[in-house]
């Protein structure tokens, strides 16, 4: 396949990805979405982060007009992580909308959560402490940067499973506190 041909199709997804996001592209989160080694943008709303994709295809079109191999690849897999990246984002959209609590959430619902999330906590911990028992026991260069990809992952999971536990938690105190 050509690099025409390749810019041509990054172009078409990076469109079809467009018109999935407008429903949903001006809908703030509670927090930023994507890590920040992925996406520059600090935003909230997936809009922010398309206009980034839209940004690095330009910088990729020019790279490959200037025959700079070395960035043409960097580029290309920021742009196809990003891609993926926003894809998955829609594709969860529905499952937040139905994880997303109810406002006459009872007290029993809010310690279920609260229990499931500690139990998320827990295992994400035994998780970490099994892959870094592995890193050490590993020769290859590869499969310690393999493994070392896989604490990062899980170490981001575990930090956002802890900012879900205080939410949770103030959520309990202030339900106990009649708020």
Excluded: W
């Excluded at 990054?10 to 018109?19: M, Y």
């Excluded at 997936?46 to 200037?66: C, F, G, P, S, W």
């Excluded at 997303?100 to 229990?115: C, F, N, T, V």
């Amino acid at each position: 396949m050509t690099t025409q041909k390749v810019l041509h199709t990054l172009e078409q997804q990076i469109n079809a990805l467009a018109v999935e996001i407008e429903p949903v592209g001006h809908v703030p989160a509670q927090q930023a979405r994507f890590d920040a080694g992925l996406f520059h943008t600090h935003g909230t709303r997936l809009r922010d982060y398309l206009a980034e994709v839209r940004q690095n295809l330009a910088q990729l079109k020019t790279v490959v007009a200037e025959g700079r191999t070395a960035q043409v690849a960097f580029v290309a897999d920021r742009l196809v992580t990003q891609i993926g990246a926003l894809q998955r984002e829609l594709a969860t959209q529905a499952l937040r909308k139905a994880v997303a609590r109810p406002q006459g959430e009872s007290k029993e619902d809010i310690y279920h959560r609260l229990a499931q999330h500690q139990d998320f906590e827990r295992r994400l911990i035994a998780m970490i402490r099994d892959r870094e028992s592995l890193l050490g026991r590993q020769e290859s260069l590869a499969q310690q940067r393999k493994i070392q990809q896989e604490l990062a992952a899980l170490e981001g999971r575990l930090q956002r499973c802890r900012q879900a536990l205080m939410r949770i938690e103030r959520a309990v105190e202030r339900k106990e506190n009649g708020f």
